[in-house]
Structure formats: C-alpha cells, structure tokens
C-alpha cells in the first residue's frame, strides 16, 4: 500500500532562508508526486507535481523538488523564504496513471520569521 | 473556468441531525472526488465518481456517508445520523480522467455539536 512520511509537523525558518520540507513516499509502483500548499480557511493549491519525466520539478512561487528513487524522496525547497510561504504543504502520491485517489502525508506547518 | 465551489462552506449542526453538502466541479471535469481533512492531519480519501458513476469508497465511508453525482455535473454528500466525530473539514476536487492534477474546492467545515 502507498504512504507518505512528512519530517516535522512544523518547520520555522527565517525571511530569506532556505526552505526544505522533506517527504518520503512508499509505493509498490512508480509513483506520481504531489506538494499542495493550503493557507488558512482554504483549499489545497497545487505547487509541482512529478509525473516520471525529469526529476527535478519546478513549481509556483519559486519551489522547486527533486525526485530520488533509491532514497524514496521528494522533498520540497525554496532558496529564499518569504513571509507569505507560511502556510501548511502536504506531499501526495498517486500509484498507476496517477489519476487516482491521493494520499496525503500529515502535513508541514511552514512559519516564516521576518 | 471559475474552479471548484462547495456549499455551504461552513456547518454546524447537533448530534444526530442530517447534514448534505454540495460540490460543483470544474465544467467539463469529468472526475469528482470527496476528502475528509481533521485538524492537524492530511486529507484523506473518501470516495470518487466519474461522471455519474461511483468508482470507489474507502472504508472510512461508513453506512452513515453516501455520496451521489446524478447527472455526472454537482455532487452531494450525506451523513446521516452525525456524531461528534465526524467534525472535519470535507474537500471535493475535480480533474480530467487521464491527468494527473487534481483542483481542490474551499472546502466545507462540519462543526457537530
């Protein structure tokens, strides 16, 4: 069965640094992966996702996340943090098409400190 | 493209009652799914439609929960019977059968008394 491990249910860094959010996945089959941001009293929004081609995925607001098979990691990071990437990110996966249902990790709580 | 909606966006009902949301997908989505999220933890799979048919429950989907999508557009879920805890924010999400990318609504946040 597939899953998903989130280091750290909660993750503070200060304005301008280094962001990394770390996930590690289990899937019996290559697996599709997800990082969805979701602000305060809102949906999840979409900031990459891999989908077997490179491995190294560009998203939105500057993330980017590198997938490594032989560690079973996607981990999500930022040079430069900025006060509004606070916010909770999820990592997701999705077994054969990738089209099916998620699984989600427990989430990360991300605070930036000005 | 207006993106997922979900109403009501908030409830709040007492043990017992009935409650039923809604979800309008994005037109043309032909994919619909429901998620429960609970404080501090990741979405998790309920069931999902595509177009008017139901495709797969989880097992989280007790005899309580049903979940419809008539006409392959909205989609409805019920829960009868509520109990404190089923408290939780329900999510919808729609997509394309064949991609990858799921769009998630706002979300409606089920507070039962």
């Known amino acids: 069965a597939q899953s998903v491990t989130q280091l750290g249910s909660h993750v503070s860094v200060s304005e301008g640094a280094l962001v990394l959010l770390r996930c590690n996945y289990s899937s019996s089959v290559p697996p599709y992966l997800f990082w969805y941001v979701q602000y305060p009293n809102q949906g999840l929004q979409l900031l990459l996702k891999y989908t077997s081609a490179a491995t190294l995925v560009k998203g939105i607001n500057g993330f980017e996340a590198e997938f490594k098979k032989s560690e079973t990691s996607f981990h999500l990071t930022k040079p430069s943090a900025h006060m509004s990437d606070a916010a909770e990110y999820f990592c997701?996966?999705?077994?054969?098409?990738?089209?099916?249902?998620?699984?989600f990790g427990k989430g990360t709580r991300l605070s930036v400190i000005a | 493209d207006t993106g997922v909606s979900q109403n009501p966006r908030h409830k709040i009902t007492k043990r017992g009652q009935n409650v039923t949301f809604r979800c309008d997908p994005i037109s043309e989505h032909n994919r619909l799914y429901w998620y429960r999220q609970t404080l501090g933890q990741g979405p998790e799979f309920l069931t999902y439609?595509?177009?008017?048919?139901?495709?797969?429950k989880s097992r989280l989907l007790s005899d309580r929960f049903s979940a419809e999508r008539p006409k392959g557009s909205f989609s409805t879920l019920e829960i009868q019977r509520t109990e404190q805890g089923d408290s939780a924010m329900y999510l919808c999400?729609?997509?394309?059968?064949?991609?990858?990318?799921?769009?998630f609504g706002p979300g409606t946040r089920l507070t039962v008394l």
């Open positions: 999400a729609s997509s394309i059968a064949g991609e990858t990318t799921q769009y």
């Open positions: 997701a996966v999705s077994e054969g098409s990738g089209n099916t249902p998620l699984v």
């Open positions: 439609f595509q177009n008017e048919a139901q495709l797969e």
